[in-house]
């Protein structure tokens, strides 16, 4: 799409504006200086620059966007444009949103994080590109601007407060308090990083941990899995280079149980913990 179909796209939706559509402003496309200082050999990206990215990149692409920033090579900036998850449309027009839509996007993101298909879903029913959705939901502050947002000492602090609960249960109280667009995967680096435990202890065991409830040695539980009784899984990779610890689920472990009375002694056991997974829901 060149500059003058621009042009004129906005220039129709502006004045669709006395129907009651709110019309994002766009920034004038006119070359941006990259801002801030060098890190290693590249310049930061300065607001102008990540301004004309975010609006222009879907209509013009890496290579029509490049004239304008002059410190970018197109690969740099299909690379960033990736990162904050644009994509190149040709073809793609400029859409002005509604109040509508505007209510819709919200309730879309209001859990701070999407199931998968929703977003597909929703595009087809308002015919929007995801791009547009994403950048809106951005506008909204409903969604977090690209994927390296710092952490805040009041995220960490909620971390901390919730290790051993599980990152799906982290990521819900984050965004019952008010930190919402955390995903899994970057909730479970982080906590690595302050060097807190991941996995939900109540629903998952080491081998180890194992061999403790049951009053067996841990070297009896490794057979078990070894020999494919007892299903696990590897954890995540040890920071000092070692193995990594088998996990065990409560479901896998009540079914173990079950399956061979005969591989472990009862009376070994305490007592209220063997009631409660024999006995509970689970598996």
């Known amino acids: 799409m060149t500059d003058l179909s621009i042009t004129a796209t906005l220039t129709q939706a502006d004045r669709s504006a006395g129907s009651g559509n709110l019309v994002p402003t766009r920034p004038p496309l006119v070359p941006a200086a990259p801002g801030g200082p060098c890190v290693g050999t590249k310049h930061q990206w300065s607001d102008a620059e990540l301004a004309l990215l975010d609006t222009y990149y879907p ?3 890496a ?3 490049a004239p304008y920033l002059p410190a970018r090579t197109v690969p740099a900036i299909t690379e960033y444009a990736r990162k904050r998850g644009l994509h190149f449309q040709a073809g793609h027009t400029f859409r002005p949103t509604t109040p509508e839509i505007d209510r ?4 879309l993101y209001h859990r701070g994080y999407l199931k998968p298909g929703e977003l597909k879903k929703f595009c087809q029913t308002w015919d929007r590109p995801r791009q547009w959705v994403r950048l809106q939901a951005i ?3 409903v969604r977090f601007e690209g994927r390296r947002t710092p952490w805040t000492p009041e995220e960490d602090a909620i971390l901390d407060a919730h290790e051993g609960r599980g990152t799906r249960y982290v990521q819900k109280a984050l965004t019952a308090a008010g930190y919402p667009g955390r995903t899994e995967p970057a909730i479970g680096q982080r906590m690595w990083l302050l060097g807190l435990e991941r996995r939900d202890k109540s629903e998952e065991f080491t081998a180890s941990e194992v061999g403790r409830l049951l009053g067996m040695d841990s070297h009896v539980v490794l057979n078990w899995i070894k020999a494919g009784s007892l ?3 590897r954890g995540d990779t040890r920071g000092d280079g070692r193995a990594s610890e088998w996990i065990v689920s409560r479901a896998s472990l ?3 149980m079950v399956r061979h009375p005969g591989e472990w002694f009862p009376g070994r056991c305490d007592r209220f913990w063997l009631v409660d997974i024999l006995a509970g829901k689970v598996g």
Request: no cysteine.
């Open 254 to 256: 009540r079914s173990f």
């Open 63 to 65: 290579k029509g966007l």
């Open 104 to 107: 819709a996007i919200k309730r």
């Open 231 to 233: 299903k696990a899984v």
């Open 139 to 141: 506008r909204l502050g």
């Open 59 to 61: 209509d013009l692409g």
